[in-house]
């Protein structure tokens, strides 16, 4: 028989410390789980996926004819003592590397990359890998080699179409959605970097909406390699679709050093798509220039937060027609909140032209729908106009705001190239210590508006910012006009 001590162990044993016996197996079995998960999401390699996507990217070689100049003839610095000497020498007739002397053009040739998105041979590649080429060649992963015609390009976003013509269906990718991938996703590079052949590099998408310089961009940036030769390469997800196409690095080398940009596809789809039917892209236009809104200028006109894109000015156009209004703020484009200028260029770029959208405008501290009527913007770009260079003339100026004013009148017109019957104050001078110099007010602005109100008078001036402090606003926002181009700027009234 066994004791009372043996019993009560043999009780303990069946009670609690069973209890405690399950839990830990239990942390054991979750831990394990969690480990098989996180190498689940973490590739053991990407054999599989390169074997499978590789087949539908080529590698890309121009060549282009380059009028070449007198073989022999040096290159030397304009003004040297030397410049005459060799004039002479290669303009003499009588000299065999004279100008009689027959001229050979060269061959240039540039390497790229590109990817097919249908079976019958249409290609995407980057715009300035194929530019100004007079023969286009691509080979495939398999060894096939085909010429290649252009079918449309869009240097806005570096896009080119290209079209091959073979007997059978070729092997192609598809493009998936940039805008579900998120930062830290594994993405995998394909090209012929450095003429080198296909290759294939791993990285993550480190940031996405990334602006370079076009007005259109919307990058997506990875560690993933990119080099030279890489250029209108796909960039892949994990599940083989194209949310990329390899377009630049950021490297004081030349060299990848880890920040490479790929176009996001949601703008590289768009783009392809009106290349395929028109050869050409075909955006939407507002008709309207604009710029962002600072803490100071929403301030100003009584927005609570600095959001959406500002109107500085209204062209002959669908927003004239529709009633938009310099110093209107754009928040809403066709059902869509604005957080800044590039959002609404890039959302206008990507509607159908004709179409009627709704924009919804704050004016006089209110929010105000339109309906504008969108035209085409190729249509309606034109050349910017050369910036005058500072007025002459400096009738009596005045002194507010850290500003040398002066009304306009007609010798300034004169001056400037306006039209007989605009208004406004011109700027002779800038305080250097003022607000107005560290806003970037220059000499020779115009300054046509104050609180969305026209000026031509430094006493006009005066009056507004009388009003803006009055209704306890810190800061004053006018309207300048340089060489034609328009912005508001916010000028603090504690001066």
């Known amino acids: 028989m066994p004791s009372t001590v043996a019993i009560a162990r043999e009780q303990d044993s069946t009670g609690p410390l069973r209890l405690v016996k399950l839990t830990v197996l239990a942390l054991v079995l979750t831990l394990a789980q969690v480990t098989l998960l996180m190498a689940q999401e973490r590739p053991e390699s990407f054999a599989d996926l390169a074997e499978r996507v590789s087949p539908a990217v080529v590698n890309i070689t121009t060549t282009t004819t380059v009028a070449n100049r007198l073989e022999g003839a040096p290159q030397l610095p304009e003004g040297s003592p030397f410049e005459d000497f060799f004039r002479d020498f290669f303009d003499d007739p009588r000299n065999p590397g004279g100008p009689n002397r027959p001229q050979r053009p060269r061959q240039g040739q540039a390497l790229g990359s590109g990817f097919v998105i249908s079976p019958d041979g249409f290609l995407v590649t980057n715009n300035h890998v194929i530019d100004g080429a007079d023969e286009i060649r691509v080979e495939f992963f398999s060894g096939l080699e085909l010429d290649a015609t252009l079918v449309g390009t869009d240097p806005a976003t570096d896009i080119a179409l290209l079209k091959v013509e073979h007997d059978a269906d070729l092997p192609f990718v598809g493009f998936g959605d940039a805008e579900a991938s998120r930062v830290g996703d594994w993405v995998l590079a394909v090209g012929n970097p450095l003429g080198q052949g296909f290759s294939v590099s791993a990285g993550i998408i480190s940031a996405r909406g990334r602006a370079l310089q076009g007005n259109y961009d919307d990058y997506i940036q990875t560690d993933a390699a990119i080099n030279r030769g890489n250029s209108g390469g796909p960039l892949f997800n994990t599940d083989g679709e194209v949310i990329g196409v390899n377009t630049a690095i950021l490297s004081p080398t030349g060299g990848s050093i880890g920040i490479g940009f790929a176009m996001s596809s949601n703008v590289v789809t768009g783009v392809v798509d009106q290349l395929r039917e028109f050869g050409s892209t075909r955006r939407g236009w507002l008709g309207v220039r604009i710029q962002n809104v600072t803490d100071e200028m929403a301030e100003a006109i009584g927005l609570d937060d600095p959001r959406g894109a500002m109107v500085t000015d209204v062209m002959d156009g669908p927003s004239q027609e529709a009633g938009i209004l310099a110093g209107d703020v754009i928040l809403e484009f066709d059902g869509g909140e604005v957080e800044d200028s ?50 002459n003339a400096d009738p009596e100026p005045s002194s507010y705001l850290g500003m040398d004013l002066a009304p306009l009148n007609d010798a300034i017109r004169g001056e400037l190239d306006l039209p007989p019957g605009m208004r406004g104050l011109v700027v002779g001078g800038v305080d250097p210590d003022s607000d107005a110099a560290s806003k970037g007010v220059l000499p020779g602005d115009l300054v046509t508006e104050a609180n969305q109100t026209p000026v031509a008078s430094v006493s006009d001036l005066q009056d507004q910012a009388d009003a803006a402090r009055d209704a306890g606003r810190k800061s004053l926002l006018v309207l300048l006009r340089r060489g034609g181009d328009p912005r508001f700027v916010a000028l603090s009234l504690d001066e």
């Open 342 to 391: 590039n959002m609404l260029v890039r959302r206008v770029a990507d509607t159908d032209v004709g179409r009627a959208v709704d924009v919804v405008v704050f004016r006089d501290g209110d929010p105000m729908t339109l309906s504008v009527t969108l035209g085409q913007r190729e249509l309606a770009e034109t050349a910017s106009m050369a910036s005058p260079d500072a007025p």
